[in-house]
C-alpha cells in the first residue's frame, strides 16, 4: 500500500511517499513543491495541482493524506492554505483516490506518541521508522512523510470501512 | 467582455456571467454549484472545479473574478471557503485567464455605492444594472452576479495594468 502525504501551503507544499509491505515502511521519495509569492495565486495553485498529478500518477497511491488545519491558526492562514489543500483533495477527487486528513496533534500522535512533539523530534521519529539516514528536511517534507505514516498507522479494518463509506455515497 | 463571478463555498458555490457591450451589462447566466455534505470533500472540490470548467468553456469569460474572506469569518469557515476558492482559482491558473479577488465590502461599494448594504439591497442593485426583471435567486447567485459587476466596474486602464502585471510574471 502507498500512501501520499500532503502538508499544504500556497508558498511551500510538502509531500512525502511512504509505502508499506506488511508492517515495514519504506520512503519512495519527498520534497516540496515550491511557488513564488511574485506569481498570481491561480497560477501557483495550478502548479501545484500539476505537480501533485504527476506525484500521483509516477506513484498510484492508494491513498492520499492531507494535514489538516491546526487550532489557533489566525483566519488569513487558514484561508491560504484552504486553497492549497482545495487544491490537493481535488487532484484525489478527480482521480477516485480516498482523502483522509489528520490534523497535527494526530500526526504527532501517531509518529511521536504524544500530539505535542515538536518539529526536530517528528523529523527523528519520520527518519527512524523510515529507515532513513538522516532526518529529511525541509521541515514541511518531514511532515508531510509523517501524515503518510499516521494515514498508514490506521488498522486495516478501520481503512476498509473508511472505504465502504466512501463508495457508498455518490456525488449529488 | 465576459467576466465569470463567483462566490464561493463546500456546500453552495455561486456563480454569475456577465457580459458588458459599451457601458450595457447583460446576465449571461447564474446559478448555484450544489454539493451535498454526505459526499467526501475531494469528491465535492471534483465537482465544482468540473461545473466551473464548463462554465469557462461554454462562456469563455476574459477574467473570473472571486469574492474574498470577510472579516469576522471564523477560522474553520475560512479554512473551508478557501479550500473552494482554491478550486476555482485552478481553474483560472489552468486556462491562463486572469482571475481577481474582491472583498464583500468592495463588491457592495461597486453595486450600491457603500461597503455596509444588506443583502436584499444588493441583489436589487443587480437586477436594476443587468435589467433584470426581478432580483435573481438564490443570495449566492446574486453575489456572483454582483462581483462580476464589480470587476466590469474597474477602468479599462486599471484592467490593462493588471493584464500586464500577470503576464511579466512567469510561473517560477
Redesign the interface.
Given at each position: 500500500m502507498i500512501v501520499l502525504g500532503i502538508d499544504p501551503g500556497t508558498a511551500d507544499t510538502g509531500y512525502g511517499l511512504v509505502e508499506s509491505t506488511g508492517c515495514r515502511l519504506r520512503a519512495l521519495g519527498h520534497g516540496v513543491i515550491?511557488?513564488?509569492p511574485?506569481?498570481?495565486?491561480?497560477?501557483?495553485?495550478?502548479?501545484i495541482?500539476a505537480r501533485v498529478e504527476e506525484l500521483v500518477r509516477e506513484h498510484a497511491p492508494d491513498t492520499?493524506a492531507v494535514e489538516e488545519?491546526y487550532f489557533g491558526?489566525?483566519?488569513?492562514t487558514?484561508?491560504?492554505?484552504?486553497?492549497?489543500?482545495?487544491?490537493v483533495?481535488?487532484v484525489?477527487?478527480?482521480r477516485g483516490?480516498?482523502?483522509r486528513?489528520y490534523t497535527p496533534q494526530q500526526v504527532k500522535g501517531a509518529v511521536c506518541g504524544h500530539g505535542r512533539a515538536g518539529k526536530e523530534q517528528v523529523s527523528r521519529m519520520v527518519a527512524r521508522l523510515l529507515g532513513l539516514p538522516a532526518p529529511p528536511t525541509p521541515d514541511h517534507a518531514a511532515d508531510a512523510l509523517a501524515v503518510a505514516i499516521c494515514e498508514l498507522n490506521r488498522g486495516p479494518l478501520e481503512r476498509a470501512v473508511a472505504r465502504a463509506e466512501?463508495k457508498a455515497?455518490?456525488?449529488?
Open positions: 515550491q511557488t513564488s511574485g506569481v498570481p495565486l491561480e497560477r501557483r495553485l495550478a502548479a495541482h492520499v488545519l491558526t489566525n483566519v488569513r487558514a484561508f491560504a492554505v484552504g486553497q492549497a489543500r482545495g487544491v483533495l481535488l484525489a477527487g478527480q483516490i480516498p482523502a486528513s466512501q455515497e455518490p456525488v449529488a
